[in-house]
């Protein structure tokens, strides 16, 4: 059974970094796709960032480009979501999840995910 859980999120300002983690203690990551997402209260959830199941490949939302980097550690089995120059847009519940099948690029369609994380909030003050 594949149990993700994130951590690393809190209040920060504007300008400001934080890392936030995402493990599974059961089973290595190091052979699924992963992915972060990002919910705002009565906004849909929208895919952050998402690695291949290789590491081979990227993917990034347009408006974090240059500020985010997705980054696993195959031998820790985390994933990690470095977010520099955070702005209160970027404000929302983060989500990390998991796609179990074998696919050549990064999953970027959010009904391919088999198993998500409860969440954690990350608050950017203006």
């Known amino acids: 059974q594949v149990q993700l859980v994130e951590s690393g999120g809190g209040l920060v300002q504007t300008g400001g970094s934080l890392r936030l983690s995402c493990a599974d203690s059961?089973?290595?990551?190091?052979?699924?796709?992963m992915g972060w997402f990002r919910q705002a209260p009565g906004k849909e959830r929208e895919l952050v960032a998402a690695i291949s199941r290789s590491s081979s490949s990227t993917y990034y939302r347009d408006s974090v480009a240059g500020r985010f980097t997705l980054s696993r550690d195959n031998a820790k089995k985390t994933v990690f979501l470095q977010m520099n120059s955070l702005k209160p847009e970027d404000t929302a519940v983060y989500y990390c999840a998991a796609d179990s099948d074998v696919r050549v690029g990064p999953t970027v369609i959010i009904y391919e995910y088999d198993y998500w994380g409860r969440g954690t909030q990350v608050t950017v003050s203006s």
């Open positions: 059961g089973r290595t990551l190091s052979r699924f796709g």
